[in-house]
């Protein structure tokens, strides 16, 4: 039996600490630590398994740095100003974090020290600020970066602008990150998160719920990044016959009330590589898309690469989770997935099936929306990112 202790980023104050057993499958809550407005992407310190970062998602954007103990309990040892508004995503790169500033378009860069508390007192280095709109009127007035990406073996770090219909592509000089080019997409698809598999940047479009795939050479290459294909991360259900056919409640009964500032419309979110392996022959993708209105909730859209330029739909697995953000793979050969719903449902451990190309549920923890309120002990409030930082074999 392997048990996988998983920290659960959260639209709540807290980051909880939940672990996964595999035999017999089960989920439960270990312990929660109160860190601030949103911690809703978490990411690890590169040497110390102690410790990750956090960003809270509010108009003075923070990080936090939280050390964790032997039994999964954290701890905030420093909270610093993220260089911007709304910091949705970061990541921990070679001595320093990289962090992504939704709201105000800016990327901030800050060295770590040598040891713990990593985070300085204070940022010193000014943050960048990208430019760039789209014409969506409610969501691209500006730029929005919403991921920090490295590609596997690559110098440069790569950060999805869903404002400006752009993925940045960013270098380190001597006097610190700096953009070097970029990727141009449909205007008005919103590029919200990539991967790179064998020279090939796969993108999932959140406003136009689209799967991109372009050819991606290095920085360094005489050519450019090139649109090969494009695929829907959603096929949607048949339009009713009559009007009097539309289902009366939009969401599952156990789905609450969409909290204010939650878009309503299908968005599409996560995107997982899951390369070939032993288990799992056949390289696979796998993406997620909010706000399902039909009868079982959120989906993940799931593609075969083969060859790794032409993505095939191979599945499409209804999940029970309503506003699905982030989710992982884990596990051995990337057996498992973990995601979670903002909205309703819980936190869902799926394990992969049919040599990828379907999803199982084996286990799940209740959960409470962000938009309820009420005794929460035992259950995890709007859950939004994940990260396994312990795995115990038994």
């Not at 901030?108 to 280095?125: D, E």
């Not at 290459?221 to 409640?249: E, G, L, R, Y």
């Not at 032993?278 to 993708?285: A, G, K, Q, V, Y």
Request: aromatic letters at 6%; one cysteine or more; a negative charge.
């Amino acid at each position: 039996m392997s048990t996988y202790r998983i920290l659960v980023a959260s639209y709540s104050s807290s980051i909880y600490t939940v672990e996964f057993s595999t035999s017999p499958p089960a989920l439960r809550l270990v312990s929660s630590v109160e860190v601030g407005h949103h911690p809703s992407w978490i990411t690890p310190h590169l040497s110390d398994p102690t410790t990750v970062f956090t960003g809270l998602e509010q108009a003075d954007g923070k990080v936090a740095e939280v050390k964790y103990d032997e039994e999964g309990k954290g701890t905030v040892v420093r909270v610093l100003e993220s260089g911007g508004a709304d910091p949705c995503t970061l990541l921990a790169v070679g001595q320093g974090l990289i962090i992504g500033n939704y709201s105000s378009g800016t990327v901030q860069s800050i060295p770590l020290s040598s040891s713990s508390p990593y985070l300085p007192s204070k940022a010193t280095h000014a943050p960048i600020q990208l430019q760039g709109t789209g014409p969506h009127p409610d969501r691209q007035l500006s730029s929005h970066p919403h991921q920090v990406y490295q590609p596997p073996s690559r110098e440069e770090v790569l950060i999805p602008d869903l404002g400006a219909d752009k993925t940045w592509r960013l270098v380190k000089r001597e006097n610190g990150w700096s953009v070097a080019g970029a990727v141009d997409y449909q205007a008005g698809g919103g590029p919200r998160h990539v991967v790179v598999h064998e020279g090939t940047l796969y993108t999932v479009l959140e406003l136009s719920n689209t799967l991109a795939v372009h050819s991606f050479p290095p920085l360094s290459a005489s050519s450019q990044p090139t649109f090969i294909t494009s695929h829907p991360t959603h096929i949607p259900a048949p339009a009713p016959s009559h009007a009097s056919d539309t289902p009366k409640t939009p969401l599952s009964a156990d789905a609450p009330p969409i909290p204010p500032g939650v878009p309503l419309g299908m968005l599409a979110a996560e995107i997982l590589l899951a390369p070939a392996s032993p288990s799992f022959p056949t390289s696979h993708l796998y993406v997620s898309n909010r706000n399902d209105p039909s009868p079982g909730g959120d989906t993940i859209a799931i593609f075969a690469l083969s060859p790794p330029s032409a993505p095939t739909r191979v599945g499409e697995v209804k999940t029970g989770l309503h506003h699905v953000r982030g989710m992982i793979l884990f596990g051995p050969d990337e057996r498992y997935l973990v995601a979670g719903g903002v909205n309703g449902g819980g936190v869902r451990v799926f394990e992969r099936v049919d040599g990828g190309a379907g999803l199982r549920e084996v286990a799940r923890l209740p959960g409470l929306a962000e938009a309820q309120v009420g005794d929460a002990e035992g259950l995890v409030r709007a859950p939004t990112g994940f990260l396994v930082v312990h795995v115990n074999e038994s």
